[in-house]
């Protein structure tokens, strides 16, 4: 059991800045989705098309998410932030003055490459200024603040929208991100702070080799199954229930919100838990596990709507409450001084979940197998299970073999 220290003066001021940035960044991959059906009406074209934007976004993001954890790592992990805040940023602000097609592919690949670079700098920052013994609700924090971007988006770029227009409103959500830089561009403290706090034996010269270990290539499967898990009851689980139960429109996406809500307070509770326990591949198994078996009875019985709804947010609950979990999992697989580029590796999973989860759920919806919704989630939540004790084990191992190689030194 980990002990626990009060939290030093630094740590809420960075925790708040690197949160904010978090939060930016979920906001920023629902700007254009809720706007989808005024932009269909306003540029004449399809779903189709403007999905490809979504894609070009997805694939970008991945292909550059390891490249940005070494540059995070060599140029610094604050400056590289504050990068991709004002590329973002600034994006969006000229998707607002020019609505056309070709230019909003454009600017989706420039929003991919600004996106890949929170994951890896937000952690290379909280891993090198937050003590050991407060990470677990540092991560659960930051966590949470995305979960709060995400579901504060559609709300407010509907709003903007009908109020004011939805250029003005696409721009005004530009203009956000570069807000959020400005106290990171004063934040220089910050990277005192990170080198004072720096591990003995870091470096920036690790070569790729050296780490893609099987701990690694382990957690990208990882993300990606946290990923394939919960993106088909996040995108087909309100229509899969009208359609399997009867269930009302209004009752099965309550159910869904019951999900989401209760994934952003179990992130919350997740942070206590990690901090508390070295464990963290075991408490990964115990909440997918414990997740999948509530989306398995969802999906092969009726228990009625209320009941539905209850279990769909224990699910939330659990697989939110691992959140904490897997990130101290990258952590301790992370060698010294190469936290963000690990990050920047592993967090390619995300990107391929996202990739091929929407193809798998639209593929079940228009075969009529809604139940596969479910039981497609279970499956994927069970490898992940797995994953997490083969990645538990292997941290171990790991862990073990470099005391015994101290032990004869």
């Known amino acids: 059991m980990t002990i626990s220290t009060p939290f030093q003066r630094h740590e809420p001021k960075a925790l708040a800045l690197i949160s904010s940035a978090h939060l930016v960044s979920h906001f920023y991959y629902l700007v254009l989705v809720p706007l989808f059906p005024i932009l269909k009406a306003r540029l004449g074209i399809g779903y189709v098309e403007l999905g490809v934007a979504l894609t070009v976004f997805n694939v970008v993001s991945g292909l550059v998410q390891a490249p940005m954890g070494y540059a995070v790592d060599r140029f610094g992990a604050r400056r590289v932030l504050i990068a991709g805040l004002v590329l973002g940023g600034l994006s969006y602000i000229s998707i607002g003055l020019f609505p056309f097609y070709p230019w909003i592919l454009v600017a989706s690949a420039l929003i991919g490459v600004a996106n890949a670079v929170y994951h890896p700098a937000d952690y290379a920052i909280l891993g090198s200024v937050i003590e050991p013994s407060h990470l677990g609700k540092a991560f659960s924090i930051h966590t949470f603040a995305g979960f709060i971007g995400g579901a504060i988006a559609p709300i407010l770029m509907l709003l903007g929208a009908e109020w004011f227009g939805y250029q003005a409103a696409i721009i005004a959500a530009g203009a956000m991100g570069l807000v959020v830089a400005v106290p990171l561009v004063l934040a220089g403290w910050l990277d005192r702070t990170a080198a004072a706090h720096a591990p003995a034996g870091s470096s920036v010269h690790i070569p790729m080799h050296a780490l893609l270990t099987p701990a690694v290539v382990g957690l990208v499967g990882f993300f990606a199954l946290l990923s394939l898990s919960s993106g088909a009851l996040t995108n087909y689980s309100a229509v899969a229930l009208v359609t399997v139960y ?161 032990g004869t030194a």
């Open 246 to 406: 009867g269930f009302s429109l209004s009752a099965a996406n309550l159910a869904l919100s019951s999900f989401l809500f209760s994934s952003a307070i179990g992130v919350l509770a997740g942070g206590f838990i990690a901090d508390r326990t070295k464990r963290h591949g075991d408490v990964a198994a115990f909440g997918y596990g414990g997740a999948a078996a509530l989306v398995l009875l969802i999906g092969m019985t009726n228990i009625g709507s209320v009941l539905t709804i209850v279990a769909m947010g224990l699910a939330g609950f659990l697989s939110g409450m691992i959140s904490p979990s897997r990130d101290m999992l990258v952590r301790a697989a992370s060698p010294p001084g190469a936290f963000g580029r690990v990050f920047g590796i592993v967090t390619t999973g995300f990107n391929i979940g996202g990739t091929i989860g929407p193809l798998i759920g639209g593929w079940i919806m228009d075969h009529n197998l809604p139940r596969w919704v479910f039981f497609s989630s279970v499956m994927f939540m069970a490898l992940t299970s797995i994953m997490a004790v083969a990645s538990e084990w292997t941290s171990r191992r790991r862990s073990s073999s470099i005391r015994a190689q101290e």
